[in-house]
């Protein structure tokens, strides 16, 4: 039979983490910070880019992506992305 009064290895600790040296609410404010920086400088500029292209509809934004400058601006974009991935991955 296993003995119940086998304990752990590891020390007993009552608190969190030593890593963790902020309160709560400290910890909840820095994390309210970091995701409005996000929001802002992330997820802002997108909302407003799809909100202007989408501006006067789905069809003139298709209809625009049809005409030979926005081909080719993807085509050139698509290029750049093939040569520029790898080489970040090799010289990292």
Known sequence: MADPEIKSWEPYHESRSAAVTESRPAQ?????????????????????????????????????????????????????AAISVPLNVVFG
Do not use: N
């Open 28 to 80: 909840a404010v820095l994390m309210a910070i970091a995701f409005a920086f996000l929001g802002v400088f992330l997820l802002l500029p997108l909302i407003i880019v799809f909100h202007e292209a989408l501006a006067k509809g789905v069809g003139a934004y298709t209809q625009a992506l049809g005409e030979a400058d926005a081909r080719s601006a993807i085509h050139l974009t698509l290029l750049v």
